[in-house]
């Protein structure tokens, strides 16, 4: 089973929708990303949590919400979705930083959403 | 604002060349450096990451860092049609922890 699960892998919607994306990993990591893609403009982070109580705004965190509902859990909302939030979602894992550790992210398959 | 800078390409080698991949970061006091692998529509995969000045070798794979010169690269040696695809420069970011990511260059491996 994949360690970064995102659901659903694709999402077709209108405009003015809420939509949620969630992702759930199985890593054990304390720290969980979203990003989104866009062609030319690489990754941006949106939101990031480093514990469960832990919330903090990426770049991008306007016109989205998360909501960390376990260690493993971390959900993004489109509370109205635009067209310009058509992206590649993805979210990401990491550790906590600590000797011996490789402080480096862990990405789930992704999910395309497209808002019409 | 703390930037990662890559060529956006595409980069073109021939088979079984070095393909040459460079990025240079702003944030000086940056001690973790990664480079990642995304195919198109994928996600994207790490490959090698490197923390101390000079080269990391893993098989076909060199990472090199400069942090004098804020630079780190990739060699690709003996590159194959299955390394055509994004690769994605990220620096671990001072203060906040966060990971930078480049845009990322695009190479093609013709065979």
């Known amino acids: 089973d994949a360690d970064v699960t995102q659901t659903p892998r694709n999402r077709i919607t209108k405009t003015g929708k809420r939509i949620m994306l969630e992702c759930s990993q199985t890593?054990?990591?304390?720290?969980m990303y979203w990003y989104r893609q866009d062609p030319g403009l690489g990754l941006r982070l949106i939101y990031y949590?480093?514990?469960?109580?832990?919330?903090n705004k990426g770049e991008i965190s306007d016109g989205y919400s998360v909501s960390r509902q376990a260690q493993a859990k971390f959900s993004l909302s489109l509370e109205s979705a635009i067209p310009n939030q058509t992206a590649l979602y993805f979210c990401?894992?990491?550790?906590?930083?600590?000797?011996?550790?490789?402080?480096?992210?862990?990405f789930g398959p992704g999910t395309r959403l497209t808002v019409l | 604002q703390k930037e990662v800078e890559q060529n956006s390409g595409p980069l073109s080698v021939p088979e079984g060349a070095i393909a040459s991949l460079n990025c240079t970061y702003s944030?000086?006091?940056?001690?973790?450096f990664f480079w990642y692998r995304q195919y198109s529509g994928k996600s994207p995969e790490l490959i090698m990451f490197?923390?101390?000045?000079g080269d990391k070798e893993d098989g076909r794979f060199t990472a090199q860092l400069n942090k004098a010169s804020q630079y780190v690269s990739l060699l690709i040696r003996d590159s194959q049609p299955s390394d055509s695809a994004t690769y994605l420069c990220?620096?671990?970011?001072?203060?906040?922890?966060?990971?930078?990511f480049g845009k990322g260059t695009r190479l093609h491996i013709l065979p």
């Open positions: 949590s480093f514990d469960v109580k832990d919330i």
């Open positions: 490197i923390y101390s000045n």
């Open positions: 944030d000086r006091g940056s001690q973790s």
């Open positions: 990401a894992t990491s550790e906590r930083r600590r000797q011996g550790a490789i402080d480096t992210q862990y």
């Open positions: 990220a620096v671990r970011s001072t203060g906040d922890d966060k990971i930078i």
């Open positions: 890593k054990g990591h304390d720290r």
